[in-house]
Every structure is written in structure tokens, then in C-alpha cells.
Nanobody, 115 residues
Framework: QVQLVESGGGLVQAGGSLRLSCAAS????????MGWYRQAPGKQRELVAT???????NYADSVKGRFTISRDNAKNTVYLQMNSLKLEDTAVYYC?????????WGQGTQVTVSS
């Protein structure tokens, strides 16, 4: 069973930075895509950023220029560097990975941005 374990969440002031990590229990070479999603209270889960096996990345408009997704194949880990955090970035952040039809989710890590 593939496991994805997120870490790096926490409480940060607006304008600050955090780096989230998602460690996979297997080689991430098997995943065509990996990505980060988030869900704020009372809202639907939304895409934040994705990276595919070629290294191509995609970002939600709301985080472009502030967040950067990257992957370290040797460590089987994908990262989300979050800079210039805003109050509206507060959410539970989830890691997602897979190659259709197999999709895996992590348990989530809380990010809280305070004023």
C-alpha cells in the first residue's frame, strides 16, 4: 500500500514562508503526476500545484509567483515552497500522487496564516 506523508505545516504570520514536504513510501518514479491540494473550512478541495514526470509544473492562479512545487526523486519527496503567505492560504494541504487509474492521497497538514 502506497503511503504519502505530509509535513511542514504550522502557524505562520502573513508574509511569511513555509515549506511542505510529501514523502512517499515508494519510488516516485512510478507516479506520472504529483501535486498539492488544499481545503479551507467550508470550501471544496482545490488544486494548488502539480508536477508531472517530465518536470512540467502547473499552479492555481491564486498562488502563481508565490508557491513553487518541486520533486526530489532520490528522496521520493515532493515539496511545496510557500512564500508571501496570505490569510486566504489557510487550509489543510494534501499531497496527491498517482498514475491513472491509481490515485493516492496523504492525510493532510494544517497551514494557518495569521495577521
Amino acid at each position: 500500500q502506497v503511503q504519502l506523508v505530509e509535513s511542514g505545516g504550522g502557524l505562520v504570520q502573513a508574509g511569511g514562508s513555509l515549506r511542505l514536504s510529501c514523502a512517499a513510501s515508494t519510488s516516485i518514479f512510478r507516479f506520472i503526476f504529483m501535486g498539492w491540494y488544499r481545503q479551507a473550512p467550508g470550501k471544496q478541495r482545490e488544486l494548488v500545484a502539480t508536477i508531472i514526470s517530465t518536470g512540467s509544473t502547473n499552479y492555481a492562479d491564486s498562488v502563481k509567483g508565490r508557491f513553487t512545487i518541486s520533486r526530489d526523486n532520490a528522496k521520493n519527496t515532493v515539496y511545496l515552497q510557500m512564500n508571501s503567505l496570505k490569510l486566504e492560504d489557510t487550509a489543510v494541504y494534501y499531497c496527491r500522487a498517482g498514475s491513472l487509474p491509481l490515485i493516492y492521497w496523504g492525510q493532510g497538514t494544517q497551514v494557518t496564516v495569521s495577521s
